[in-house]
């Protein structure tokens, strides 16, 4: 069967190979795979896979859809033929995160999903949300369920509360989303104008272009009438995190999920404001499977910027890199 494996370092590192089909052992599922979506993670570990203690060769990516071809011994939760999505951990099922949870992230200290067919543990898998496609479902392992667990999990997002959301990322995109199924009220900022408009359908209350207003902070305590918001999904990191604290309201929550702006953080005005900071790294599969529920009830569809075919896949990942997609972007197979 066909993988991808990261055989060096760099953007050219991916290679198309030949793989013994496995067979799953106890506990395990094997999964047909019929689509893959891309997080920046996946982009950063292709780039640089060794200064994250990856050894090579190594399947990349964590987020597939697909469909049970076989179960091993002990296996009582799924059966052939039962459409999946994997979980980005393959053993961190409910409860807190552990270091044994950490050890078994999809596409990084184990292997991922980018193949024709892959072995995933039975406690690592849920059932793929019933009104959507393979596509569309691929999408949320890793930035819904971030998300999710950034707002619902961890944050108790209540009707009414305000969410600040920054960029236009699968994470941001799926925190306005998410905000909007519980009632809440998102507030979007993006440096792109013609991004914000692409994304107006997904509900934010309001939204702000940085472009304009470099001081983007300034603009969402005005828009909440000099109070703050009281919950920020916060990507950027050390280099914008002071203003995302600013942002929020005395006692407020903020996510912390990426560090895409670096820089570094002055915890004094955390402390001054009573803030609550919390590290979110995705969620377990309790979280994935409340998410799904969620998700069916109110029949959410993600936003799709882009789908490749399998064998476009180093295309993708080069598009993703380019950063001009609104959206996720899915390789379909």
Request: charged share 30%; hydrophobic share 60%.
């Given at each position: 069967m066909r993988a991808y494996e990261i055989r060096r370092p760099g953007m050219d590192g991916l290679r198309l190979v030949e793989r013994p089909r496995p067979q799953p052992g106890p506990g395990e599922v094997l999964v047909r795979i019929r689509a893959v979506s891309l997080n920046y993670r996946d982009l950063a570990i292709l780039r640089d896979p060794l200064a994250r203690g990856i050894a090579l060769p190594r399947l990349p990516c964590s987020d597939g859809a697909g469909e049970v071809l076989a179960v091993g011994p002990g296996v009582t939760r799924f059966r052939p033929g039962d459409r999946v999505i994997s979980c980005f951990f393959q053993a961190w099922e409910a409860g807190a995160i552990d270091a044994a949870a950490m050890a078994s992230a999809l596409g990084g200290p184990i292997d991922g999903v980018l193949a024709e067919e892959v072995l995933l543990r039975e406690g690592g898998l849920t059932r793929l949300p019933t009104h959507?496609?393979?596509?569309?479902?691929?999408t949320l392992p890793c930035a819904a369920l971030t998300a999710w667990h950034a707002l619902v999990e961890s944050g108790r997002l209540r009707p009414g509360e305000t969410v600040l959301c920054l960029g236009t990322g699968g994470v941001s995109l799926f925190a306005v989303q998410i905000a909007r199924l519980v009632g809440a009220q998102p507030v979007l900022v993006s440096g792109s104008p013609a991004k914000l408009e692409r994304v107006a359908r997904l509900g934010a209350a309001a939204t702000v272009d940085r472009s304009v207003r470099p001081d983007w902070e300034k603009a969402v305590l005005e828009l909440t009438r000099g109070v703050g918001v009281d919950h920020v999904v916060e990507v950027g990191g050390g280099g914008t995190l002071a203003r995302s604290i600013e942002a929020t309201r005395i006692g407020g929550h903020v996510a912390l999920i990426g560090i895409l702006a670096g820089g570094t953080v002055d915890p004094t005005p955390i402390m001054r404001k009573s803030i609550r900071l919390q590290g979110i790294y995705v969620g377990?599969?309790?979280?994935?499977?409340?998410?799904?529920?969620?998700?069916?009830?109110?029949?959410?569809?993600?936003l799709i910027d882009r789908r490749f075919r399998f064998e476009e896949a180093s295309e993708a990942f080069r598009a993703l890199e380019r950063a001009e997609h609104v959206g996720k972007i899915v390789i379909e197979l």
């Open positions: 959507l496609d393979f596509a569309e479902a691929a377990s599969r309790a979280m994935q499977e409340a998410m799904v529920r969620a998700f069916e009830a109110a029949e959410l569809r993600p």
